[in-house]
């Protein structure tokens, strides 16, 4: 089941899915996984990888091919018995040789099936090291835009907590307030600094991790388009994860590929037959005594069919069977591994996708409360009916849901978009990059499959991902609006700043 349509149009809409006005240097989520598919170390050491297990195709059918040498070689006897007329000072020779294989128990034809069969499945690895890739760059965007969220309201709960402290300094002057009003403040404004001093560490870690995985530095990150598609029970997320995770299609080629190797190791005891013709020159150089008859010089031709029957091998085939044999039972208890992987992920995925949409819903219902709750505290704290204290435990519950709700966000977003790699379907030939054309790793194949030039290359390697030593260090500052529904304004009214209405200054 593939839902890359409706995928590749969401992430094209981006922002505008969501009505937002991004400024014209925002980077959006679609651009940062362009970047990473273009540049990322990961994936494009991957593709190195499987242009090297490319290769193993005509590796394994240049043993099934003719085979031609040449032999040469010149020879002075410097030291010559008395007796030996015939023996010359000095000869030259040359061979021309050639091996045809024509029977070979089977080896060469399973050695292909199984190269083969190990290209497809680095495919489906090279897919799946893609979709984990995205996977991470989502994680490290939303954690950028998370972390942004929280430093910003942390730095509004020391803007509050100033105004707070000021007001209990002034109140407690006109004998409003007592000390200890004053020092639950300064109390709670110390722990708030702190609070922020860890929101901006954490917020310079998140960026300096969306450069590690994206390449370069994140600027104005809009907010993420709707993942589609996603299922309605971790039954279904698992039915699809089975046809389409990566990488449990990878792990099943790998053990079918282990079949053939048990082949080829049985064809170790098998004849093997091959036509084998040669010509030889010999030359004497002008050597030999003048009263020899020999000739100086002369040709020689030959052709023929060579069997090649094992007899006894020291035990050395049976033990290649039993080790293909056991390979192909690691092979198999792989295949059954990730396929567990899997569906944990596919349910692990989806349970934390549902939980975070409960804990949205309920942070959002919170955040309002305690905003009410926190006018409410203040009113009554102007009339002299809630303390301080009251005042300032209703600021941190607020803070506290307010954090829980963006968070929440955050690991919806991940969760949802780890279910659908987890399903198969969070590829880059679902997302729609930009660009330039998808890499593609058949045209790798096809350009070396049949390639026999024994002195062919390609060019001198080259790194593709781009390096990161020349970013800034990230800092902390934030320019993003918080959502309004996360804003609190900073209450400077009469009522709290002077206590005007309190009943002992009337």
């Known amino acids: 089941m593939r839902n890359g349509g409706m995928m590749r149009g969401l992430l094209l809409g981006g922002a505008a899915l969501l009505g937002l006005a991004a400024p014209a240097e925002a980077e959006t989520l679609r651009e940062a996984l362009a970047k990473a598919y273009a540049s990322n170390p990961t994936i494009t050491g991957q593709r190195a990888a499987q242009r090297a297990t490319d290769e193993t195709v005509p590796i394994a059918r240049a043993n099934g091919l003719p085979g031609v040498n040449a032999t040469g070689s010149v020879t002075d006897n410097f030291l010559q018995a008395n007796n030996n007329f015939l023996n010359p000072e000095r000869n030259a020779a040359g061979g021309l040789n050639l091996s045809v294989p024509i029977f070979q128990g089977g080896a060469v034809k399973n050695a292909v099936r199984a190269a083969e069969t190990r290209v497809d499945a680095g495919r489906a690895t090279l897919r799946g090291t893609e979709a984990t890739t995205f996977t991470n760059v989502v994680a490290a965007y939303m954690n950028v835009i998370r972390d942004e969220a929280i430093t910003s309201l942390n730095q509004q709960n020391v803007r509050v907590l100033e105004v707070n402290l000021r007001a209990s300094r002034d109140r407690f002057q006109v004998g409003d307030l007592t000390r200890t009003d004053v020092a639950q403040s300064e109390a709670r404004l110390a722990l708030a600094r702190a609070q922020l001093q860890q929101a901006e560490a954490q917020l310079i870690s998140s960026r300096e991790n969306y450069i590690q995985i994206v390449g370069t530095p994140p600027v104005a990150l809009e907010e993420p388009p709707v993942l589609p598609n996603l299922p309605n029970s971790p039954a279904t997320a698992v039915s699809v994860a089975l046809d389409n995770n990566p990488n449990l299609i990878a792990a099943r080629r790998q053990a079918d590929a282990s079949r053939y190797d048990i082949n080829v190791a049985r064809a170790n005891r098998l004849p093997r037959v091959s036509v084998v013709t040669g010509a030889n020159y010999f030359n004497y150089l002008g050597s030999l005594p003048v009263a020899s008859i020999a000739p100086n010089a002369g040709t020689s031709a030959q052709a023929g069919v060579q069997l090649t029957l094992p007899l006894f091998q020291g035990g050395r085939p049976a033990a290649q069977v039993r080790q293909a044999q056991a390979q192909r039972s690691e092979a198999l208890e792989n295949a059954t591994a990730t396929e ?15 939980s975070s949409q409960q804990v949205i819903a309920s942070s959002e219902t919170a955040v309002n409360a305690n905003k009410l709750s926190l006018e409410g505290v203040r009113a009554e704290n102007s ?8 005042i300032l435990n209703a600021e941190q519950e607020l803070l506290n849901s307010q954090v829980t709700l963006v968070t929440a966000r955050r690991d919806a ?8 790699a987890a399903m198969g379907n969070a590829e880059a030939r679902d997302l729609g990059l930009d660009g330039g054309a998808l890499y593609d790793p058949v045209a790798n194949y096809q350009r070396v499959r049949h390639r026999i030039n024994d002195f062919d290359s390609d060019p001198e390697p080259v790194p593709v991902a781009v390096t990161t030593a020349q970013t800034p260090a990230q800092t902390a500052a934030v320019s993003r609006p918080l959502d309004p529904m996360l804003d609190t304004p900073v209450d400077r009214s009469p009522g709290l700043t002077t206590g005007a209405s309190s009943p002992n200054r009337q």
């Open 340 to 354: 567990r992987a899997v569906i944990s992920q596919a349910r692990s995925a989806y349970a934390i996708w549902q």
């Open 383 to 390: 009339v002299g009916t809630r303390t301080i204290l009251d």
């Open 413 to 420: 977003y991940v969760a949802g978009f780890a279910l659908l």
